[in-house]
């Protein structure tokens, strides 16, 4: 199986672009003194610009190149893990965030469950997904499909509907452009 983030790890930041880290922290109400959760972190660009906005900041992910990329950027706690397996116990965090991962998780409906295992009662977890209600974002899923990515795009009303088979309401927000936001509060 062809690693694609090992590959693309050195020069990932050069090429896609940063998210809104003023609407995350908005999205995640920080600064906060507790535990955040960035999964499916990658190279640590989102978790690097938010870990003086929590108490601790600790990020995950399953590709051993992008995490070599993230313990060069800051002091951060780095976890190799599968989204559907975190190595956490219940109601570890305060915030879970997932900025532009979750299509790329082996198992959506397993990882969403996961993630708000781990959310503590009162918590709040932040899924940033490229809104597959836009063209622009249907032709990005058609070409990680043809470069056999195994990605898995859903609408977000679908993220939503997941969220809402294991018993939390989600909302959503949209910038009117490629990001959409599912916020769910535990």
């Known amino acids: 199986m062809l690693d694609h983030f090992g590959l693309l790890a050195p020069f990932y930041e050069k090429v896609i672009p940063p998210p809104d ?44 190149g992008m995490l070599r990329q993230a313990r060069q950027k ?6 190799q893990a599968h989204a559907e ?34 959310l503590k009662p009162g918590g709040r977890l932040v899924i940033e997904e490229p809104d597959l209600n836009r063209f622009s974002v249907k032709m990005i899923a058609m070409a990680e499909k043809i470069a056999l990515m195994r990605s898995h795009f859903y609408y977000p009303a679908e993220i939503s509907a997941i969220v809402a088979n294991h018993g939390h309401k989600a909302r959503i927000e949209s910038d009117d452009q490629v990001s959409v936001w599912v916020v769910v509060d535990k």
Do not use: M, W, Y
């Open 21 to 64: 880290v003023s609407r995350l922290r908005h999205l995640l109400k920080l600064p906060t003194a507790g535990r955040l959760l960035d999964a499916g972190g990658g190279t640590g660009r989102v978790a690097s610009q938010l870990q003086t906005l929590v108490g601790e900041l600790v990020l995950t992910d399953v590709s051993a």
């Open 74 to 79: 800051a002091e951060i706690e780095i976890s």
């Open 85 to 118: 397996r975190l190595p956490f116990p219940d109601d570890s965090f305060d915030r879970v965030l997932v900025v532009d991962a979750l299509h790329h998780f082996c198992n959506q409906e397993l990882a969403i469950a996961d993630l708000l295992r781990v």
